[in-house]
């Protein structure tokens, strides 16, 4: 989920969170963002009632499309297609902004000849939205100015997922809806420290910061302050790691604060990957459904029982302060991490005085690296080696957070990014076209499912199915099922209903919705009972690697 890593550096919002109440227009695409950023739905919200125009594009009738003068409700996988269609009509009426594509950017006229061949029958046709909507949506985008655009994973989780992220970035650029305030590219991260984790290197490809893996002095700078020797070639993504487990050529898999079991693709896949592992380690709050397949499970502390920092989705890292005690043995993540490894090298290094083992990391991180005094001196080791959090530590976010990049310990931290350049210099114009998803309808498997969340509950529900209150507001899951396709199977409102796909089989109750456009359904991946992961599909995106679960196809029938 590496974003916008093409132009612009990385994928990380690049304007701030207030910031979205100075936009004339915001474009909502693939975001449920009141049920799923409420904090930032709120804004949102509040900027339209101060006037701001907002624009929709969901497959579905989200909240927000209550107050959006346009909701375009496309095809699930075809915003390739509508991007590309609003970019045709902004050129076609002259709303392109001339003198920023002639100072910042670069490959315009090649790509204008991509998108001249998106023309609105043709966009109508592929995505299913009337014509004038995409006119409206073009118009209000290009012309009432500064206009922001937020998306997040119905953009994402597509086996285009990279493709459109880069067609969002066309149209900032050919409109200048980049570097000022009120404007920008907002990517919405998920969970609460996603940011912070990819920040700090937890991607197979990176080091801290975004450093390349592959880039020979990126990886000689950490191999001399590690004093080790490191791999030169990226990692595997998830699921890599479950395929090889599949095949046997993975052994061993640790996996920390993740329930695998429920919330990646064809969960059946997944279980049975798991299961071929000789030694399967969890960190976990929970005896989830993953923990419970483990080896050993080590008992981690929650947000609240430990200090560090969260970096938010404004790139704002910020502390987070213990407030209770863990319970029983239960330690914070980097101590566990950390006991683990003074116990592993002290073995290898035992190991290595007997025989010459060629491990893939080398060196001499005997016992004493691993002895960090807390995590403000994980934190000045980051801002050593990091330069966007170079000018970081604890005390200079103790009372308010700072917005990477924060290059020297006297910086104030950077709200808007990419305010007189790109991270590559000028902005890269890059012609991309639309593609079916990887599974589309057929005879056998009429419907197009495509998957998400809910207000109430928190992904695979380990933490938020032991809330009382939330349990009774959210029960069970049910499945959203356009009234006319409902009517034509005799399905009524709450009848139980079996979904199947190429993968799997699941049952669940009915909601009979206009939410949902003719052919498409909605599920959630809450309810291990009714697990919309049973049915979807592995395909990845070839470069971000992400998989595709906003699409698979699947039969509906009454139970
Ligand atoms: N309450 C709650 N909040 C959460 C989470 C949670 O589990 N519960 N999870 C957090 C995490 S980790 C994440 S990543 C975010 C996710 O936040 P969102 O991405 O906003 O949530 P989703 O429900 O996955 O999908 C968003 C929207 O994409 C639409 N969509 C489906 N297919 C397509 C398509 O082809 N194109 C377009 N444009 N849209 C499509 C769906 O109808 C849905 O409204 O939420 C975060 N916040
Ligand atoms: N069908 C479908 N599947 C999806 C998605 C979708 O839209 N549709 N979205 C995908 C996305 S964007 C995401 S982010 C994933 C989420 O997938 P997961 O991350 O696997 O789901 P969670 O239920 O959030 O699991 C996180 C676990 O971490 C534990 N935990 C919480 N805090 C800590 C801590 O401090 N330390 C440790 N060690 N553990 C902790 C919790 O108890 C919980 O069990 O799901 C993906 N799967
Ligand atoms: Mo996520």
Redesign the pocket.
Known sequence: MTGLATSFGSGAMTNSIADLEQAQTIFV?????T????VIGTRIRKAVRKGAKLVV????A?DLANIAAVHMR??????LA?LNGMAHIILKEGLEDKEFIANRTEGFDEWRKVVETYTPARVSEITGIPIDDLFTAARLYAGNKPATIC?????T??TVGHNNVLAIANVAMLTGNIGKPGAGIDP????NN?QGACDVGALPNFYPGYQKVIDDAAREKFAKAWGVSLPPKPGLVVGEMLNAAHEGKLKAMWIIGENVAMSDPDVQHVIASLKHLDFLVVSELFMTETAQLADVVLPAASFAEKDGTFSNTERRVQRVRKAVNPPGEARADWQIVCEVARRMSQVSSRKSQVADDSQPVTGDLGPETWNYASPAQIMDEIASLTPSYAGINYERIDAKGLQWPVPSKDHPGTPILHAEKFTRGKGLFSPVEHQEPAETPDQEFPFTL??????????TGSM?HRVAGLETLAPEERVELNPDDAAQMDILDGDCVRISSRRGIVESKAWVTERVGRGVI?M?F?YANALGNVLTNTAVDPVAKIPE???CAVRVERV
């Open positions: 695409i693939g975001s449920n963002t049920e799923q950023h409420p594009a969901d497959p579905r989200i496309q095809r699930p996988g075809t915003d509508l998306y997040a994973m119905g953009i989780q597509h919405l991260r998920g969970q996603v495509t998957t998400g969340r809910i207000l109430q509950h928190y992904h938020t909605f959630t809450h679960l906003k699409v």
